[in-house]
């Protein structure tokens, strides 16, 4: 069965620095997508950053980046500079070819 | 920009009441999908709809059903709410499949008293 697991509940960055959250998933598909999303407080869920297995090169968008080891079946996401508003809920969602999951979410928190 | 919008931010029931939750998007979406979140468990897929009247049981269906009747608009239901109902209920939609990215409304948070 196709499960999503994000072992850190919480973590806390320095604002400026580097942080990386870790997601790990297990699937027996070779053909699926993964998935980051922000959830602010009391604001609505966004996408951050959106991978392609069949595509070997890590997906980046501005200071987000991920690291995609398909033999591992893990999904990081590094967030560099951190700023204040990066603090939120980030979760990790994988799709299948016809399911979906997403994990139990990590709370970042960004210190000034 | 894509708007999904949800008709309540907080809803207050009592056991047993029948609970209709509304969620409408302006961007033509195919698809559209119910999640609850809570605490410690992250979002679970109740329900979604790739097509107008045209449903599919996410992982957790038990106690919900759901309507769409028109493109744009993807109700869920609670025939008769219980207090394990309690949750953060959030819509999303997409232009094509799950695979494609999601865009959240605001959520509604249900209490069933």
């Known amino acids: 069965a196709q499960t999503v697991t994000q072992s850190q509940p919480e973590m806390s960055v320095q604002e400026a620095e580097t942080v990386t959250l870790s997601c790990t998933y297990d699937?027996?598909?070779?053909?699926?997508?993964l998935f980051w999303y922000k959830q602010p407080p009391s604001r609505q869920m966004i996408l951050v950053i959106r991978q392609e297995a069949y595509k070997q090169q890590n997906a980046t968008e501005n200071r987000f980046s991920v690291n995609f080891q398909k033999a591992a079946k893990s999904f990081s996401l590094k967030i560099s500079d951190s700023q204040l508003g990066d603090a939120a809920m980030y979760f990790c969602a994988y799709t299948g070819a016809n399911n979906l999951f997403f994990g139990t979410g990590t709370r970042l928190t960004v210190i000034p | 920009d894509v708007k999904v919008t949800q008709s309540s931010r907080y809803l207050v029931k009592r056991t047993g009441e029948k609970v209709f939750l509304e969620c409408v998007q302006d961007?033509?979406?195919?698809?559209m999908f119910w999640y609850r979140q809570d605490p410690g468990l992250g979002l679970r897929l109740i329900y979604f709809s790739y097509d107008v009247k045209m449903k599919e049981k996410g992982d957790i269906p038990e106690g919900y059903s759901v309507s769409r009747e028109k493109k744009e608009r993807f109700s869920l239901i609670l025939e008769s709410a219980s207090t394990n109902q309690t949750s953060m209920y959030l819509c999303a939609s997409s232009l094509s499949g799950i695979r494609d990215t999601q865009y959240f409304g605001p959520g509604t948070r249900l209490t069933v008293l």
């Open positions: 699937t027996s598909e070779s053909d699926y997508y």
């Open positions: 961007m033509d979406h195919e698809n």
